[in-house]
């Protein structure tokens, strides 16, 4: 089975996480169809071969024959038939009603493992463009310092001494200026230290989400294997008591000697006679 850890790797992404995980709903849907369809199948079948049963008259003439005996041995195996199917139609339809509330759960657990991922997607996209935008801003401040200390060595190199007031504004904008790129810096610090504080929360909270779904689809695939095994046992019983009821059918049929007369008790050892009239 594929870990979501090297889904992450492979694909690049929690989405792709998420999408695996609910790709393992539509096995689960696509499987209780099935096992639902095959019960009812099943339950057609037995309503058939009970009509069969029903309409299946011996007739009187053929009672105390070999032949009548094979009809009595035809009629017990279709009993057996109908019951045994039966049994096995309900018992499927309970198994698809019991994987269908199975998948109905482990929708509501990956929803709420899906919701809180993207909540923690939100969070980082949110701080991630709080230190671009800080970022942003502290180049701007060292543009705007730049420009301004150039502005004030250009006035002071041009030799303009008349205009003392000029000079001392554009000094006093470069302090500014410099109060204003400190400021900046502090605070594109503290976003990216928050950013990456953020991004250590979110591996961490994504490596244990993506360990839950690996759990949930786990638990998915031992249901499915553990119903199949019911399922197969179920009809492999079936059959084997079918054939079971299919032996006194197999020994009426080696008693029948159309050469010799039909009377069963003229032909049947005390043996035979007992074992197809039990």
Known sequence: MQQYSDLVDQSGGWNACVKHSWQGKKSMKMYVATIREWSKAQAEFTKSMAKIKKDFKMPESEKNTSVGKMFTAIGMALDHDVKHRGTVAGSMMKHSIDLDDFRHEQSKEKRRIEAEGKTLEKELEKATKKTAKAKKD????????????????????????????????LISKVANSMQALERSEVHYVK???????????????????????????EKRVVQQKATVKQVYEELRHMHEEFMHAMEGLQECLGIIDPQRGLLLHKFCTPYEWSSISA
């Open 138 to 169: 502290y180049e701007k401040c060292c543009k705007s310092l730049e420009a301004t200390i150039a502005s004030r060595n250009k006035f002071q190199a041009g030799g303009r001494r008349g205009s003392m007031t000029s000079e001392a504004k």
């Open 191 to 217: 976003c990216t230290d928050e950013l990456s504080q953020e991004q250590d929360s979110y591996r961490n909270s994504i490596a244990r989400l993506q360990n839950q779904l690996q759990t949930i689809t």
